[in-house]
């Protein structure tokens, strides 16, 4: 157990839609990174954000958007849902950006647009 | 671009074999580097990482990696390789400043015959 959990673990919807999905990282740790892992694409980073604050943005479409709350848990929200977007979205957290700290994986949330 | 190539996606070895994962990341600068196991279902776990304090970096499970500037190269190895070993493998580099996303690379499937 990474101690980063995703809610939720499965997630099944139609094109168009829009879903949320939740990351609460390691206790203590301050950034949390979003990343896709899809067949076609591999593990590509999405976006970071460091103890509320955007950090650096990767291959996230306009469609896509993220923040970090107050109390560290951050969401990534999905809209005009399409099937490529189906795919395993991963939350990471680590202690601080800066130093060569790994980053903590949760189990992901497997996203399915019918 | 930076970037992480792992030749084979695909490798198969006996029970008992050596197992043999190659990574090669392309930068000047040598970055961070790291192995991460996924196991089917499941998030991803660090293996190792190398963080320039020695060029050969042990592991968790008897796996380590060499670390070797003039080839750019960060190959995982495992002596005997166990049964449980069967999963996909992900090299990953960071490079420094304050953008701390991993660059993964396309990963590697270990399969391991009785």
């Known amino acids: 157990d990474s101690g980063v959990t995703q809610t939720p673990k499965h997630l099944i919807t139609a094109t168009g839609q829009r879903v949320t999905l939740r990351c609460s990282p390691r206790s203590g740790d301050l950034s949390v990174y979003w990343y896709q892992q899809s067949l076609d694409q591999g593990l590509q980073f999405l976006i970071q954000y460091y103890n509320g604050e955007e950090r650096a943005k990767g291959n996230i479409l306009e469609r896509f958007s993220a923040q970090q709350f107050p109390d560290l848990h951050s969401e990534l929200n999905l809209s005009s849902l399409e099937l490529g977007d189906s795919a395993l979205y991963f939350c990471?957290?680590?202690?601080?950006?800066?130093?060569?700290?790994?980053?903590?994986f949760g189990p992901g949330t497997r996203l399915t647009v019918l | 671009a930076q970037s992480v190539t792992q030749l084979g996606s695909h490798v198969s070895v006996s029970e008992g074999a050596l197992v043999l994962l190659r990574c090669n990341y392309s930068?000047?600068?040598?970055?961070?580097l790291f192995w991460y196991v996924q196991y089917p279902n499941q998030g991803l776990q660090l293996l190792l990482k190398?963080?320039?304090?020695?060029?050969l970096v042990k592991g968790i499970n008897g796996f380590e990696a060499e670390f070797k500037k003039s080839e750019t190269s960060f190959h995982l190895t495992k002596p005997s390789a166990h049964m449980s070993d069967a999963a996909e493998y992900f090299c990953?580099?960071?490079?420094?400043?304050?953008?701390?996303?991993?660059?993964f690379g396309k990963g590697t499937k270990l399969s391991v015959k009785p």
């Open positions: 990953a580099v960071r490079y420094g400043g304050s953008q701390g996303n991993l660059i």
């Open positions: 990471a957290s680590s202690a601080d950006p800066l130093s060569y700290n790994e980053q903590f």
């Open positions: 930068s000047s600068v040598p970055p961070y």
């Open positions: 190398y963080t320039s304090a020695a060029t």
